[in-house]
């Protein structure tokens, strides 16, 4: 499984988009990008994940560039409850994928 | 719908003692996975099952460690001796492999809160 590259840490001010970026450049052509988020002292949560399109739902965006070997999570209206570490994590989907998680970024959502 | 559970929250022992983990997963998943997760790190993958069977134990250090999921449903994962370096949180997660399942819901995780195991 391909592997990823994140910032350690993020400052976003409460309000405002927060713009988590991510570099997979050994993606390969069968593999997601997901995203997954920890808050503190709770297990992972699922946020989204993509193929090669970018998509959307309620809690975020993911744009994926078109070569695929980076990626961006958007929290559009960053609260103080999306303090938390966001993993960006490449797999093979459904039966054969695997998670191996990196060590994120941590985002602090400012007030 | 319920979560995933586990239990106990917390378990504080000392090294060479041994020491149990319960999870039961979200109904209906027949996937369930075991994760280590070391203070400042990422969860890292221990074992996986489908339904009572063993996909992934790569990571599992099987000179102390040992999970099962006898029926399928709930799983045990054991350690035995601790030593001072099995000090984690120690993960489950779910997922559901029915076919009528969206996409999304065929491919999320579901994680429980942990197990916070000191070993001293």
Redesign the interface.
Known sequence: DAKTTQPTSMDCAEGRAANLPCNHSTISGNE?V?WYRQIH??????II?GLKNNET?EMASLIITEDRKSSTLILPHATLRDTA?Y?CIVAR???T????????TTLQVKP | EAGVAQSPRYKIIEKRQSVAFWCNPISGHATLYWYQQILGQGPKLLIQFQNNGVVDDSQLPKDRFSAERLKGVDSTLKIQPAKLEDSAVYLCASRTSRSGSGGVERETQYFGPGTRLLVL
């Open positions: 997601y997901y002292s709770q297990g992972p949560q699922y994940h739902n570490v993993y989907g459904y039966n994928g695997k998670l191996i998680f990196g060590q994120g």
